[in-house]
């Protein structure tokens, strides 16, 4: 494992392996007791020696130093954040380059590769985990090329194209200067300060060849045979320096197997033609010595070309050009340097205000953790009200569905707001009459046609209104008309409810005509005379005490016998039965010790169960004082009671009603 960083104190805390006595409280006592050793007195941990010697601690600079290679996994969290966009494309580029195919790389929670995300695939992106992808080349040239610069960089913006014009007949002028360019001058190539060529002139592959590595590299420098090269790059620093034709003679240029001599030359190019562009560009002539241009004294040590001290001299005069040369890249390199440094103070001042910026950011992100918290709360106890109420209006609906009570809500409009199921029994109601007034709906209601009446009268009076109502149907139902006050106590409408009271008028109606029967058992009860009730067979189904009193059987005995045997011999067994009510018949009966009794009957019948008998017995003496003298007798069993002195004595002494 290799552990860097930056600043030696780093490293040197780190290779100590020390850590203070709180971090039992992060690490279980496994994971203690089997990487670390408690240090005397107990006050600190320190890292077991078998992990300390896994490891490799080195100062090491991720910008400017070469970077490790062939890793499995590296971490670096909480660095990139501190770095520009183009800084933090070139870190990502080297981790790219360190990695082993389907390595891993480990970034900060507020880190990402950016739009290098086409060379790592994502894992985790939650916790930042990415592996490198296999097809991908840039990023290793990218990271190799920050520590293995190309000798040349293009910085030229050239001018734009032209458009596309007519060609034109050229002048006689014209065609001679052409022709005599293409016969007569050397070859040469327009270029910048990098060496980058910008136009060909002639045929310079003599001088020219395609350089080596990828395709499409149009680099003067790169390109020049062996022997050009170092004297080309000479030219054209000395040329870029002095604004000076540089020149040089007589140069071996090895052609086809053979070397050759050449006469270079490098000159600035026009003004008029530098001045529109954003960095000088220079003419490189190219043209093969001729016998004439050589020296006579240097033909002799051309000839020997193995002559030691010829070589020698070369040798001293190619040194002497690599002094220059690195005299001159020193130059280049200090004010490089000095440019690096203030460009260094500018990312350093940036670093900090991002720093800051991130400080801020992370404050920021920390308040709205806290917010989102509190909206989590929130939205938790919001979901609970929301789920109590949901309980609370099923509740109500099933409440108001099921007590069987018909119940309209309506507001100031006397438009209807809601209605239980039991309401459209009463009121024709139906779902998407919910908003239209409550007046236009048809009621089941049998005479009464005041409920809008009513209504206005409740909101405006805040009294309510009760009354008992009868349905087409005949149900009954007590109606209520209350105002529908708020928990603010504003009214915001009325209440209609009808209950069923049906079974209640039924009942009040029973006990009515019960209390009517009791009453007439009563005077039945109570009357002197003989009555009794006897079923279309002669079976006795009631007898009176005045009946017992007459005949001498009791009640229980009468309801055991049949009619049959209170008749004399030749009397007619059930007289009167053509008639539901009869005139006063005078005849005979049996009493219980055998005598026989002269009555006077009224039968009355009774819905096919029999006949009432009202018994009168005659007295044959007409000096018999009156039973009834001094006391009511009744005429029928409705009629009120009447002394006997208003009406006129009959003529036998008769009780009679």
């Not at 039991?422 to 139906?430: F, G, Q, S, V």
């Not at 998407?432 to 909101?459: C, E, F, K, M, T």
């Not at 006795?540 to 049959?564: C, D, H, K, S």
């Amino acid at each position: 494992m290799f552990a860097t960083d930056i600043d030696s104190r780093a490293i040197a805390t780190a290779r100590a392996g020390l850590y203070p006595a709180s971090i039992a409280d992060d690490i279980t006592p496994e994971r203690l007791a089997r990487f670390f050793t408690a240090e005397p007195g107990g006050s600190a941990y320190r890292v077991h020696k078998s992990i300390r010697d896994m490891m490799v601690f080195s100062e090491h600079d991720l910008v400017k130093d070469p970077s490790f290679s062939k890793l499995d996994l590296v971490s670096c969290r909480n660095l990139l954040i501190y770095m520009g966009a183009e800084l933090q494309k070139k870190v990502i580029s080297l981790f790219h380059y360190a990695l082993l195919p389907g390595g891993m790389l480990f970034l900060g929670s507020s880190e990402t590769v950016g739009e290098l995300s086409d060379v790592f695939a994502v894992v985790d992106r939650k916790s930042k985990a990415y592996q490198r992808k296999e097809d991908f080349q840039g990023a290793q040239r990218a990271a190799l090329g920050r520590f293995l610069p190309p000798l040349t960089m293009k910085h030229v913006a050239l001018p734009p194209i032209a458009d596309k014009v007519q060609p034109q007949k050229l002048s006689l002028r014209s065609l001679t200067e052409q022709t005599l360019l293409h016969h007569m001058a050397p070859a040469g190539a327009l270029v910048n300060g990098q060496g980058d060529i910008l136009y060909l002139h002639g045929r310079t592959g003599m001088f020219l060849e395609p350089a080596a590595g990828e395709a499409g590299i149009n680099n003067i420098v790169k390109m020049a045979r062996e022997g050009l090269r170092r004297e080309l790059t000479i030219a054209l620093h000395k040329a870029a320096v002095t604004h000076q034709r540089v020149q040089a003679l007589n140069l071996r240029v090895k052609t086809n197997g053979h070397f050759s001599l050449v006469n270079l030359a490098v000159c600035p190019a026009a003004t008029g033609t530098a001045s529109a562009l954003e960095s000088p560009l220079y003419l490189v002539v190219l043209e093969l010595a001729k016998v004439q241009d050589i020296p006579a004294d240097a033909r002799p040590a051309l000839a020997a070309s193995g002559d030691t001290q010829a070589h020698i001299a070369e040798l001293t005069e190619e040194l002497q050009a690599k002094e220059e040369y690195l005299h001159a890249a020193n130059e280049e390199l200090e004010t490089s340097n000095e440019e690096l440094k203030s460009s260094n103070e500018e990312m350093q001042s940036v670093n900090g205000e991002l720093q800051s910026t991130n400080e801020e950011l992370e404050t920021s992100k920390e308040e709205l953790q806290s917010i989102n918290e509190e909206l989590a709360t929130v939205n938790t106890e919001l979901q609970t009200k929301v789920a109590d109420l949901s309980r609370a209006n099923n509740d109500m609906n099933n409440l108001l569905a099921n007590t069987g009570i018909g119940t309209i809500f309506v507001d100031h409009g006397l438009r209807i707001l809601r209605f239980t199921p039991a309401a459209t029994l009463i009121i024709n109601l139906i779902l998407s009459d919910v908003g239209r007034p409550v007046g236009h709906i048809a009621s089941n209601l049998l005479g009464y046609d005041r409920l809008v009446a009513d209504v206005q009268a409740v909101l405006r009076d805040l009294q309510p209104i009760e009354a008992d109502v009868e349905t087409l149907e005949h149900r009954h139902y007590t109606m209520r008309i209350l105002p529908y006050r708020t928990l603010d106590n504003v009214i915001e409408g009325v209440v209609l409810t009808f209950v069923e009271i049906t079974e209640m008028v039924r009942t009040r109606v029973a006990l009515r005509k019960a209390n009517e029967l009791l009453r007439l058992a009563v005077v039945v009860r109570d009357a002197f005379d003989a009555i009794t009730v006897q079923d279309l067979d002669g079976r006795i189904l009631a007898w009176n005490p005045g009946a017992e009193r007459m005949y001498g059987w009791t009640e229980a005995e009468a309801l055991q016998m049949n009619v049959r045997k209170r008749l004399p011999p030749g009397a007619p067994v059930l007289p009167g039965l053509s008639a539901h009510t009869l005139e006063p018949s005078a005849t005979q009966r049996l009493a219980k010790d055998g005598t026989l009794i002269d009555i006077i009957y009224r039968a009355t019948g009774r819905a096919r169960t029999g006949l009432r008998y009202s018994h009168h017995r005659t007295y044959p003496n007409p000096s018999t004082p009156y039973p009834c003298q001094g006391s009511p007798w009744i005429n029928t069993i409705a009629a009120p009671r009447k002394p006997c002195a208003n009406r006129p004595k009959p003529s036998c002494a008769t009780r009679h009603r």
